[in-house]
């Protein structure tokens, strides 16, 4: 993020964040890619130092912070090798959902767990049979009295092995297409809930689950917001979780392209640094053009974003982009350490596999396509 958003109460919150990192988080990484979570504790620690959800207003227990206080928290993380920690999905994806469309007593309720980080939250889109197309999930939310009954299914759930709740997208009426869809704030304790790890290619550290719900009650009160508006929801709140994953991918993109450029000067062949050769000099300055673009294009989002712009169409090009930008200098970042890039102990290994999901999650490269061309008067299938 350009340095202008940022004042000196921003430069002493990253500094202690980084801190924070440099203590509790990264020197254990390794130990967590091993376990396939991060423990509970790392998530008290945090929230006893406020760096989850700062967004939240101060008179619901929060911090008040504005959005470049998420920018910087989710930076930090990269930079200290937490790629694939789950604190984003939770504060600034999951939990904007209760706070905006929650009962109070919900809100009353979780809210000051999920700052503390005694509640972690997740949420629950995708299912086996559907992920880009939304308006066909079929895991169903039938009224029963006072109650609603869920049963149904969603995959590649992050956090869902650690969360305590779960923001549930059901459909209230299936007859009526995207209109018969709400989400549900599901407590991931109830009778009929079932959770199964899934083994991923990266992001080893973060839990990702198959969830199960087999005829779970919740009181209807449980509704976030109105019944059938829950697509229109989404669509709101999926504008954020977009450009998280675009600061994600640039942030990834920079960590790449550094460890290229530390590794091609220090790197030797045929008696002179590799990054001397004109083909790896010339990958190095493509690369570094690229990240230059990608930053000027997420900080005027950013931007936007937090001087409220509708920023629907720019930011499902930058998601686009910055999530094929990353694979291209991921691949390139690791091409130039050659042998030694395709070992664990080199950190563009670890980076290479972690990039891999960005252009899929929140939606892929060519749904994001799809939502700009339709922007653009055009009705691609
Ligand atoms: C690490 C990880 C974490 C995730 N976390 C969560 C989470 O916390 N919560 C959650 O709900 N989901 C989560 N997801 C799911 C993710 O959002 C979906 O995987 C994604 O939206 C794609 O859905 P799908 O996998 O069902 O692919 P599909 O929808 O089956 O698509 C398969 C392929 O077809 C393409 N395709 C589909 N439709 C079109 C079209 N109209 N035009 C052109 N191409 C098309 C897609 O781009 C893709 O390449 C996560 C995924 C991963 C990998």
């Known amino acids: 993020m350009s340095a202008e958003i940022y004042g000196p109460e921003h430069r002493i919150f990253r500094e202690t964040f980084r801190r924070f990192v440099a203590n509790e988080i990264t020197p254990n990484v390794p130990q967590w890619e091993k376990d396939g979570a991060v423990p509970r504790e790392l998530w008290l620690k945090m929230g006893e130092q406020g760096f989850l959800c700062p967004w939240i207003p101060e008179d619901m ?8 206080y998420s ?26 959902y209760v706070e905006s469309y929650a009962s109070d007593e919900i809100k009353e309720q979780w809210l000051p767990k999920c700052i503390s980080g005694e509640a972690i939250a997740c949420i629950g889109l995708s299912e086996p049979g559907t992920g880009s197309d939304l308006a066909a999930i079929r895991t169903k939310a039938v009224k029963e009295g006072d109650e609603y009954v869920i049963s149904g ?12 709740f779960c923001v549930l997208a059901c459909k209230t009426d299936p007859s009526a297409g995207h209109r018969g869809t709400s989400l549900i704030f599901v407590p991931l ?61 640039q942030v990834m993109a920079e960590e790449c392209f550094k460890e290229g450029m530390e590794y091609a000067k220090e790197r030797k062949a ?6 001397d050769f004109q083909a790896n000099a010339f990958k190095l300055a493509e690369m570094a053009t690229d990240i230059e673009f990608g930053r000027t294009f997420l900080d005027s989002l950013i931007n936007d974003f937090i001087n409220g712009v509708d920023i629907v169409q720019r930011v499902s090009m930058a998601k686009y982009w910055l999530g094929e930008m990353v694979n291209r200098i991921a691949y390139s970042a690791l091409q130039l350490h050659g042998g030694y890039g395709y070992m664990e102990e080199y950190r563009i290994c670890r980076l290479y596999r972690d990039v891999r999901a960005l252009s899929i999650y929140a939606g892929t490269s060519e749904i994001m396509k799809l939502i700009v061309a339709r922007n653009m008067g055009f009705s691609p299938m």
Do not use: W
Request: aromatic share 8%; hydrophobic share 40%.
């Open 189 to 249: 304790d109830l009778p009929g809930v079932k959770r199964r790890a899934l083994e991923k290619m990266g992001s080893h550290m973060q839990d990702t689950a198959e969830l199960s719900f087999d005829e779970v009650r919740v009181p209807l009160g449980n509704l976030l917001g109105k019944e059938g508006e829950g697509f229109k929801y989404m669509m709101a709140k999926l504008q954020r979780e977009r450009l998280e994953v675009c600061i994600k991918s």
């Open 270 to 275: 045929f008696g002179k640094p590799i990054g």
């Open 61 to 68: 227990g929060g911090l008040g912070l504005g959005f470049e």
């Open 71 to 96: 920018v910087i928290l989710n930076e930090e993380l990269i930079k200290g090798d937490a790629y694939g920690f789950g604190v984003p999905l939770h504060s600034d994806v999951a939990v904007p």
């Open 153 to 164: 299914s969603k995959v590649f759930i992050t956090n869902g092995i650690l969360a305590d």
